[in-house]
């Protein structure tokens, strides 16, 4: 399992406009980065991750919702 900071770090990168969010655009942007944060989630594409992750429905995912889910799964 990936730690915390090593998530923040992945999802930093993901967020190419730095607006603290990741759209579907910024997961299709970086295919091996958003590979690596599938692979955490188990989500098979960008839109299930996003389908998944985001809570509020706006069409991005932050941190907060990411880590949200993640715990959710590992209890």
Not at 2 to 17: A, H, K, R, V
Not at 18 to 45: R, W
């Amino acid at each position: 399992m990936t730690t915390e900071q090593e998530l923040q770090s992945l999802f930093n990168t993901l967020d190419t406009d730095q607006d603290g969010k990741i759209s579907i655009n910024d997961l299709f942007l970086s295919p091996g980065l958003s590979a690596i944060i599938s692979s955490e989630t188990n989500s098979t594409s960008p839109q299930e991750l996003l389908v998944n992750y985001d809570s509020d429905k706006d069409g991005s995912i932050t941190f907060e919702e990411l880590m949200l889910q993640l715990r959710k799964q590992i209890i």
